[in-house]
Nanobody, 114 residues
Framework: QVQFVESGGGLVQPGGSLRLSCAHSGGFLRFFSMGWYRQAPGKQRELVASIPYVGRTNYADFVKGRFTISRDNAKNTLYLQMNNLTPEDTAVYYC????????WGQGTQVTVSS
């Protein structure tokens, strides 16, 4: 059973940056697309960015040009570099497998506020 452990969230001012990490237990996941999701209070969880085994990364329109997804398969870790954060980015961020969702981790809270 795959497990995800997200980290790197915190409180940051508008315009600031954070780098999220997602450590996962499945070495075989290197052959799968992986994605970052977020859920803001009172809203549904949404896909923020995804990265395939090979090919082009994909981003939701609301983060294009600000967020960068990457992966280190040797470390079984997924990353999300977030720049120029806005209060609308405040949410709990999760990682998962877009093509076959597994159990969600605990997520990491990102709060953007002055």
């Amino acid at each position: 059973q795959v497990q995800f452990v997200e980290s790197g969230g915190g409180l940051v001012q508008p315009g600031g940056s954070l780098r999220l990490s997602c450590a996962h237990s499945g070495g075989f996941l290197r052959f799968f697309s992986m994605g970052w999701y977020r859920q803001a209070p009172g809203k549904q969880r949404e896909l923020v960015a995804s990265i395939p085994y090979v090919g082009r990364t994909n981003y939701a329109d609301f983060v294009k040009g600000r967020f960068t997804i990457s992966r280190d398969n040797a470390k079984n870790t997924l990353y999300l570099q977030m720049n120029n954060l806005t209060p609308e980015d405040t949410a709990v961020y999760y990682c998962n497998i877009p093509e076959e969702l597994a159990a969600w981790g605990q997520g990491t809270q990102v709060t953007v506020s002055s």
